[in-house]
């Protein structure tokens, strides 16, 4: 039974920052590819940022380039996404993510298989 578990949301001003965990269980957490997404209202689920297994390599969504910063440490089964310059825009709801298999890269909802419960994150102007 895989659990992803999220903390660290919550309201802040634009400018400010904000840095969200999750932590994992229930499966070998270094075999896996790690992602966030988000959900604003009104709006489909949008991809934010990856990480591979190894942390080497992480790729983000056009809207977060520079501003997000995701890592991973494989000891303690956790994944992190640091927030700066937040805006206004940035408010939804965050979701750590967890690859479906151990050769996929979680870029897309398809590539998926194990959802966070989400974090509400608030970004006031």
């Known amino acids: 039974q895989v659990q992803l578990v999220e903390s660290g949301g919550g309201l802040v001003q634009a400018g400010e920052s904000l840095r969200l965990s999750c932590a994992a269980s229930?499966?070998?957490?270094?075999?896996?590819?790690m992602g966030w997404f988000r959900r604003a209202p009104g709006k489909e689920r949008e991809f934010v940022a990856a990480i591979t297994q190894s942390g080497d390599t992480t790729n983000y969504g056009d809207s977060v380039k520079g501003r997000f910063t995701i890592s991973r440490d494989n000891a303690k089964k956790m994944v992190y996404l640091q927030m700066n310059s937040l805006k206004p825009e940035d408010t939804a709801v965050y979701y750590c993510a967890m690859s479906r298999y151990s050769s996929t890269y979680p870029r897309q909802v398809a590539d998926i298989g194990f959802w966070g419960q989400g974090t509400q994150v608030t970004v006031s102007s």
């Open positions: 229930g499966r070998t957490f270094s075999s896996y590819a």
